[in-house]
């Protein structure tokens, strides 16, 4: 039994880390040879040293050697089977299998009308999470405060001094100036401008920590672990307050030269002069973030539609909801095609506040890719749900943080099964 979990957890450690190459050898061969073993071990969890030569085509001296630079850098561990059918000459074979990294990592993850903090092992296993909402939105210190705050409640709770967490990863909702480390927009969260997050986080709890859009935590998130686990090219698109976008391509993050990529809130899909709150005029944003979706389906003089009851007309069947929702996939859609066509994804996860919305916000989308993508890109691309929820921002923050550890997430690690 306990070689079967800890072959589980090293198998899901290595999502997080594949190239695992703290010290590249100089031997371009041998260091070929490394992977090779590495990428078997992630694929099949648990071997024995002969398993591992026939699989790999290795001779019995690679291996070895391989294997024992491997375990004294503390990045495969030797486990006990379990498996009858693996015992030899009566006595357990010994499998070799990945070994969890080591170390502990804080998310943090703000909204507009919350904060949502999880600790965790870089494994990644999450020992403690908490969410709390705001019930307007805070200013950056204010907020910031609170989430410092908050981690100094969760952290005892993982069993953990805040000594023992080597970084915190942070997510805010807007892009951020990679030069400065300020978030772009002042327009998302107005109270947020002239600051580095990061900074005045690291400053109230004393640990590293690294800020990233929300769109592209979500993005990597659901590429480690949701709808798109084992595909390299993902697009994410997060519709709430806002509408944004996260690209994972190559199984990594894509933030663009300026940290603007996947912004595609603002194409302009309007010409009729619909204001955005970006000071520009018929923006995707304007038409399909869900304050406006609310309000559109709200009848003149009748009480406010809120989220939780349109979801409950989209789920009833009921036919506006429907229509509206298919619809707002549709404009979703006329933005994502040209992505398709330029990027050539193998998903669209459709996350956020509406992607408990389901079917006809996906079918939107779907119409529309296959109305105006390329017919090669459009036939490559599966449009999905996000599996994660509101916790693909946070799970994709604990992605992060085991990459910025030195765990590399490749195509090959997001390739396994
Ligand atoms: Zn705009």
Redesign the pocket.
């Known amino acids: 039994m306990l070689g079967k979990i800890t072959a589980i957890s090293a198998k899901r450690a290595y999502d997080l880390r594949v190239s695992t190459t703290p010290a590249v050898s100089a031997d371009p061969l041998r260091e070929l040879n490394r992977q090779r073993v590495l990428e078997q071990l992630s694929r099949s969890g648990a071997l024995t040293q002969s398993e591992l030569g026939r699989t790999t085509g290795l001779s019995r001296t690679t291996i070895s050697s391989i294997l024992t630079e491997l375990r004294d850098g503390g990045l495969v561990e030797d486990v006990r089977a379990e498996d009858p059918g693996r015992r030899g000459r009566g006595r357990p074979a010994t499998l070799v299998t990945l070994a969890p990294p080591p170390g502990y990592a804080a998310a943090v993850d703000f909204g507009q009308r919350h904060v949502r903090v999880a600790v965790a092992a870089l494994a990644p296993r999450v020992l403690a999470e908490r969410v709390e909402p705001f019930d307007t939105p805070r200013s950056g210190r204010d907020a910031l405060d609170e989430a410092a705050a908050l981690l100094a409640r969760v952290i005892p709770e993982a069993g953990l001094e805040r000594e023992q967490l080597s970084r915190v990863v942070l997510g805010v909702p807007g892009p951020l100036d990679p030069a400065t480390g300020n978030l772009l927009s002042g327009v998302i969260l107005p109270g947020w401008t002239r600051i580095d997050p990061a900074v005045e986080l690291q400053r109230r709890i004393g640990i590293p920590v690294t800020a990233e859009n929300d769109a592209n935590l979500g993005a990597l998130g659901e590429a480690a672990f949701g709808a798109a686990k084992g595909l390299g090219d993902v697009v994410y698109v997060k519709v709430a307050t806002g509408i944004g976008a996260g690209l994972v391509l190559g199984g990594r993050l894509h933030r663009g030269t300026s940290g603007i990529a996947g912004e595609i809130?603002?194409v302009q899909v309007r010409t009729d002069g619909l204001p955005?709150?970006?000071g520009?005029t018929g923006?995707l944003?304007?038409v399909v973030r869900v304050p406006q979706l609310l309000a559109d389906l709200t009848p003149p003089g009748g009480p406010a539609l809120t989220l939780p009851r349109l979801l409950e007309r989209v789920r009833a069947g009921e036919p506006t909801a429907v229509a509206a929702m298919r619809s707002a996939g549709r404009e979703i859609g006329r933005v994502v095609a040209p992505l398709c066509n330029a990027l050539n994804p193998a998903a669209v996860v459709m996350g956020g506040l509406l992607g408990p919305v389901g079917q006809p916000l996906l079918d939107g989308v779907r119409e529309s890719i296959d109305e105006h993508a390329q017919q090669g890109a459009a036939e490559a691309v599966t449009v999905l749900a996000g599996t994660l929820g509101d916790r693909a921002e946070v799970l994709g923050a604990l992605a992060l943080a085991a990459q910025e550890a030195g765990h590399r997430i490749g195509p090959s690690a997001l390739a396994a099964p």
Request: glycine share 12%; with cysteine.
């Open positions: 809130g603002h955005c709150r970006c520009s923006c944003e304007a």
